[in-house]
């Protein structure tokens, strides 16, 4: 049986991709370097991005399950421009959120903006979409550098599955003809995404998954297969989806990069 991520898992390794973030913001030459997967961002502004975020969501799950919505951030939370203190910062804001998240536990309600969603507004589900949002900022970071490195598997394999849930999954109509996407990580699992007017539902695929010559579903087909690394790329436009291996009709993909759904 497939299984996301425990909830020690997903604490230690944002630990681990905010070190890796912060490693890659004392590598660089400047930080006013453009990054290139968010063009309108400098270095310093994807850092700022980081810590305030983090600690906004810090303050999230500790307002508990009776939060209305994303709460602020107690005290200075200016980014600091100097790099050793913006380094120091970027580690208390990761302390911060790991710090509130050990605290709830994995089970407590939390407020989130997924509420119509197929993954639940609990403290363990921002714990795991934490997690993806720090392992593709920390991407961007290195690509700003001049050395992205892909994402650890163990991140990647739960990646795709995670965006699927929870920023894909919607009862928001969709307004084309009825789809179903496939996407296969060659790690060796598979997920399917049926579109209709009913909305947008994700449901994992039997392993082995099934071959490029199955019997396809009726109506609109399209599914894509590479590493999980580079479909959770992928998914989150860092990388064109054409760059993957692609089977049917590629326009879904298109559909699916403009379509807003109400989540």
Request: net charge negative; glycine share 8%; with cysteine.
């Amino acid at each position: 049986m497939q299984k996301t991520l425990e909830f020690s898992d997903l604490l230690r390794l944002i630990d681990e991709r905010s070190a890796a973030f912060r490693v890659a913001i004392a590598a660089a030459p400047d930080l006013d370097v453009q990054v290139p997967s968010c063009p309108e961002w400098t270095l310093f502004d994807l850092a700022e991005h980081i810590g305030e975020g983090r600690r906004a969501w810090a303050a999230t799950v500790a307002a508990g399950p009776a939060a209305t919505g994303k709460a602020e951030a107690e005290g200075d939370t200016a980014a600091p421009r100097e790099r050793e203190a913006l380094l120091a910062w970027l580690a208390e804001s990761t302390r911060q959120l790991v710090d509130a998240l050990a605290e709830a536990g994995p089970d407590r309600g939390c407020w989130t903006w997924w509420a119509a969603s197929q993954s639940p507004q609990t403290c363990g589900a921002v714990a795991r979409h934490q997690l993806q949002q720090l392992a593709v900022h920390t991407y961007d970071a290195q690509l700003a550098i001049g050395d992205p490195l892909p994402l650890p598997e163990e991140i990647a394999v739960d990646g795709i599955e995670e965006f699927l849930v929870t920023c894909c999954a919607t009862t928001g109509a969709w307004p084309h003809e009825p789809a179903t996407v496939d996407y296969h990580a060659t790690e060796g699992r598979s997920w399917r995404v049926r579109l209709s007017a009913d909305g947008a539902r994700i449901d994992r695929l039997p392993v082995p998954a099934p071959g490029a010559g199955a019997a396809h579903p009726d109506g609109v087909y399209v599914s894509a297969r590479a590493t999980a690394g580079e479909l959770v790329l992928g998914v989150y436009g860092r990388i064109p989806m054409d760059s993957l291996k692609l089977d049917g009709d590629r326009h879904v993909f298109d559909q699916l990069e403009e379509w807003a759904p109400e989540v």
